[in-house]
Nanobody, 126 residues
């Protein structure tokens, strides 16, 4: 059974930084792209960023400069680092795994991800 488990969420202050982790089990994602999405209350889930198997990244334009996605393949884990947090970053953050191998560009579409974590809540207070 494939599982993606996010961790690292919680209550933070505006201006703080955070690092979310996504640990995969049940299969290796060594050659697969991984994505991060978020969903704020009352809003649709949106793309945050993604990383290919080679380490190429793609970030939501409005979040560029505050994001860094990395991966540790031996640990089968992906990380999302976000700096200068704002109250509008409050959301549940989801990790997603693409079952297609060797994708050269990270997908921004939720439809191209086959595995999803349960999400971790991030609340940014002002």
């Amino acid at each position: 059974q494939v599982q993606l488990v996010e961790s690292g969420g919680g209550l933070v202050q505006a201006g703080d930084s955070m690092v979310l982790s996504c640990a995969a089990s049940g299969r290796s994602f060594r050659f697969n792209a991984m994505g991060w999405f978020r969903q704020a209350p009352g809003k649709e889930r949106e793309f945050v960023g993604a990383i290919t198997w080679r380490g190429d990244t793609s970030y939501e334009e409005s979040l560029k400069g505050r994001l860094n996605i990395s991966r540790d393949n031996p640990k089968n884990t992906v990380y999302l680092q976000m700096t200068s947090l704002k109250p509008e970053d409050t959301a549940s953050y989801y990790c997603a795994g693409d079952s297609t191998v060797f994708r050269t560009r990270p997908s921004r579409s939720q439809d191209e991800y086959d595995y999803w974590g349960q999400g971790t809540q991030v609340t940014v207070s002002s």
